[in-house]
Every structure is written in C-alpha cells, then in structure tokens.
C-alpha cells in the first residue's frame, strides 16, 4: 500500500520560510514523478513543482519559480519543498504526490495523493 506523508507546515509571516517534506512507502521511487500541488479556498488544485525521482528533473509552477526549490532523498524516499519569500498568497494546503510516468503540472498524472500539510502566510 502507497503512503504518502507530509510534514513541515505551519504558519509564517511573508517574506519568512518553511520546508515540507514527503516521506513514500510501498512505492517503486525511482523513474517516476513526485511532487507537489496545492489547494487554496475557493481555487483549484494548482501544480507547484515536480520532480523525476530517475534523474532530478525538475518543473515549477509559475508563480514559485525563483522562490521554492524541490529536491529528493534517495536513500530516505523522500521529497522537500523548500520555500523562500513567502507571499500571503502562498497560503494553501499542500499534496504530496507520486506514481506519475511522466512529470507534468496536472492533477491527472498521479496516481497518489498525501493528506496534506497546511501552509498560512500572514502579511
């Protein structure tokens, strides 16, 4: 069974920091597409940033590009988000997400979805 687990919300001020990280079990890591996308009241799912667990390939989302980084643990099978300049407008909740044959910013390619983690920026 897939697991997904994510930790490192919480509530921030802008201009602060935070990292999320997403912990896989019962999932084949390598050669596939892990990632992130989040969800605001009252928007859409919005693909943040991905990456190819086979070889560190990454995409953003265009309104995080130059502010969160995505990177990968092999050993640990697990996914971080780090996120920098942190805007009120970043304030959603955040999926992890895996099981993608190939990386895209589009809710359809994966196969696996976390809980979430809360992230609130204050101004």
């Known amino acids: 069974q897939v697991q997904l687990v994510e930790s490192g919300g919480g509530s921030v001020q802008a201009g602060g920091s935070l990292r999320l990280s997403c912990v896989a079990s019962?999932?084949?890591?390598?050669?596939?597409?892990m990632g992130w996308f989040r969800q605001a009241p009252g928007k859409e799912r919005e693909g943040v940033a991905v990456i190819w667990t086979g070889g560190g390939g990454t995409i953003y989302g265009d309104s995080v590009k130059g502010r969160f980084t995505i990177s990968q643990d092999n050993a640990k099978s697990t996914v971080y988000l780090s996120m920098n300049s942190l805007k009120p407008e970043d304030t959603a909740m955040y999926y992890c997400?895996?099981?993608?044959?190939?990386?895209?910013?589009?809710?359809?390619?994966?196969?696996?979805w976390g809980q979430g983690t809360q992230v609130t920026v204050s101004s």
């Open positions: 997400v895996a099981g993608g044959s190939g990386c895209y910013l589009n809710t359809y390619a994966y196969a696996y």
């Open positions: 019962g999932y084949t890591w390598r050669y596939n597409c």
